[in-house]
């Protein structure tokens, strides 16, 4: 559905994406993941034909993004990253503008976005500018999906906003998904990439892999352990200074720690702690996250 | 233990809306306290008085111990505040900054000169003085934001949701520097959106619809509200399902 070869682009001297190829298949949620200035935003615009690619081809449903944009644009829902809605229009005019634009009307495709809409149809004589934060974004979405698009493109919808608002935005998502429209969202959130088919770990213009999110948890094959005590702050500096660890990065209640070469039991671990005086040690092997696969693929590209 | 931030009965309206709904705790010296809610729970309009930049409609609050009705000016002396949208001016050098923000916090040009050459030592960020904030690499930035915020050594730095779009691994390093500051006794009172996170606070509070809803720590949380972690004690709260 979406299928981008060897797109390259700079802004003077800032190389913000360099030579991304990916497949996205019809009905498929896919997901870019990965911090600022990974090129999330630069890759979306060029599909969304705001921006000019300095090299390589996109097209989308068969559509070329150079000479073919009228189409795209008419066939492509998008989402910007910030919030792009007229704030002096209420949440009902901003709907009709939306709609108007794409010469159709809020009834006509009501059936699609009447699940999100419904959430904010109380307020839709409200001014977009004073929604909160949760009720901005279900409105950018409706507005995004007003024309019926085949594709959405969301750039960040969840940055800032609250872990339950982001629970309820991917079930939303997942719904657009079943009615059968191809779903590109990028994310700095590790977590939310196991709720895609698939992603792409995108990090300073390059994707670093592409592949399930099972799949790329399967593929980490270090030797992970998971340790804590009571004094948390305490085991981080010791492990960190203790020769046979490789890394110790802080996971929640625990840390997620791998030894040199992945040749360390889990009790010389625990027999160097306790001579270091750790109180309520923990030390048991655990399954790595997203997160432990996409740090180790950065650890070589990070000062 | 020293409180460094005293809480009473604290309220703020805007027209008929409650943001604020009598809120009441304390902050100690050298606790890392995590600020958790949902978007438009009143977390922002909380710190803004916390920062003397907004007065309550009623109730009492102190910060560094001085009167956040009457002793702003000194509320705004003692404390730091850094968050993912404004910290450091990009066309700015390292230095310049350091020199704007040691103006701004009245540090003389004398200490701020010794004061200046440690910091840059201690970071490693020597060879870059003279760059622009914009050229540096995201990590060294935030490194640098977070000790400019700490430059003057308040009581307490403020940290609004500093972590926001930033990779996993500088993230965590963001944290050593937060337990580094705590460590010195500095109260670091912060705000997120990563559950992982508010387990690495010593406290934590949540808030709802202008109240907060529960304020311990991550460990009593999770036994309280029978939760595996604290992305369900949040869960749980903020959505009222019990």
Known sequence: MISIQHISKS???VQAITDISLEVQKGELFGLIGPDGAGKTTLMRILMTLLIQDEGTATMNGFDIIKDYKKIRNMVGYMPGRFSLYQDLTVEENLNFF???????????YDLIRDIYIQIEPFKKRLAGKLSGGMKQKLALSCALIHKPEILILDEPTTGVDAVSRKEFWEMLKNLQQKGITILVSTPYMDEAMLCNRVALMQKGKVLDIDTPRN????????????RSNDMHRLILDL????????????????????????????????YLMRKNHEDLEVHDIAPTIEDVFMELLQDTIV | MEKVIEVRNLVKKFGSFVAND??????????????????????????KILCGLSSPTSGEAKVASFDIYKETEKVKRNIGYMSQKFSLYEDLTVAENIRFFSGVYGISPADRKEKQDKLLKDLGLESARDSLIGSLP??????????????????????????????????????????????????VFVTTHYMDEAEYCNRVSIMNAGRIEALDTPENLKKQYSAKNMDE????????VD
């Open chain 1, 99 to 109: 709609a108007t634009v794409f010469k159709t009307t809020v009834s006509e495709n």
């Open chain 2, 22 to 47: 009598h809120l009441n705790f304390d902050v100690y010296q050298g606790e890392i306290f995590g600020f958790l809610g949902a978007n438009g729970a009143g977390k922002t309009t909380a710190m």
């Open chain 1, 11 to 13: 802004y003077k001297e």
């Open chain 1, 240 to 271: 960190r200074s203790y020769e046979k660890t490789d890394s110790a990065y802080a996971f929640g209640q625990y840390l997620h720690v791998t030894g040199k070469d992945d040749e360390v039991e889990a009790t010389e671990f625990e027999n």
């Open chain 2, 233 to 240: 004690v949040f869960l749980k709260i903020a959505r009222n």
């Open chain 1, 216 to 227: 790329l948890v399967d593929g980490y094959t270090r030797k992970l352990y998971a340790i």
């Open chain 2, 138 to 187: 995201l990590g060294w930035k935030q490194k640098l934001a977070f000790s400019v915020a700490i430059f003057h050594d308040p009581k307490i730095v403020f940290l609004d949701e500093p972590t926001g779009g930033v990779d996993p691994i500088t993230r965590r390093k963001f944290w050593d520097l937060i337990y580094e500051a705590s460590d010195r006794g500095i109260t």
